[in-house]
């Protein structure tokens, strides 16, 4: 099963389009992951065109998809229990506020955005990943998001980097 995860789209602020890169992907993707600052709801739509969708919203999101999605939620995908959340708040880094927002929980997959920073690591044998964003990478090199397999029982996260959105 491929799912791609991504985050902070911020469209059509930051792109008009989806970029061709995440396009490819998106093609054959069995499922999408969106962890919040979509900022337009066409985004979703457009999304939905290539696999069923399942997201959170973001601090930059309008009431409308905070309404629709809410701010966390954990997503069940053959036996694997993922957590997803955007990772704004007040105290400690977007890291430490994504993983305080499960605790108690028994999770395979943490998945957060927010920063805009790419992360793909185990914290003892939960995976967390940050997709980065496919639209504004900010002070990253490149811009980004992750291709999740979940194979023989095993989810693999691919960090996938481009340098041109278009």
């Known amino acids: 099963m491929k799912i791609v995860v991504l985050s ?3 469209m059509p602020y930051r792109s008009k389009a989806l ?12 499922l999408i992951l969106h962890a ?12 939905a065109e290539f696999a069923p969708v399942q997201g ?10 905070v309404e629709r999605l809410g701010y966390q939620r954990i997503v069940e995908v053959r036996g ?5 959340v955007h990772g704004h708040g007040w105290r400690g880094s977007t890291e430490n ?12 997959c943490l998945i ?3 920063s805009h920073i790419p992360v793909v ?3 003892g044998e939960l995976l967390v990943l940050n997709p980065g964003s496919p639209t504004d990478k900010r002070g990253e090199d490149e811009y980004s998001f992750i291709v999740l397999n979940l194979e023989t029982g095993q989810l693999k996260a691919q960090l996938v980097l481009y340098p041109d959105k278009h």
């Open 19 to 30: 970029p061709s890169r995440l396009v490819q992907e998106l093609k054959d993707s069995d």
């Open 56 to 65: 959170i919203a973001g601090n930059n999101d309008g009431i409308d998809i």
């Open 36 to 47: 919040g600052d979509w900022t337009d709801w066409f985004v979703y739509e457009r999304l």
């Open 121 to 123: 690591k185990r914290v």
């Open 80 to 84: 694997k229990r993922i957590g997803m």
């Open 97 to 108: 506020i994504a993983l305080n927002t499960f605790k108690g929980e028994t999770l395979d």
């Open 112 to 114: 957060y955005g927010h």
């Open 8 to 10: 902070d789209t911020h």
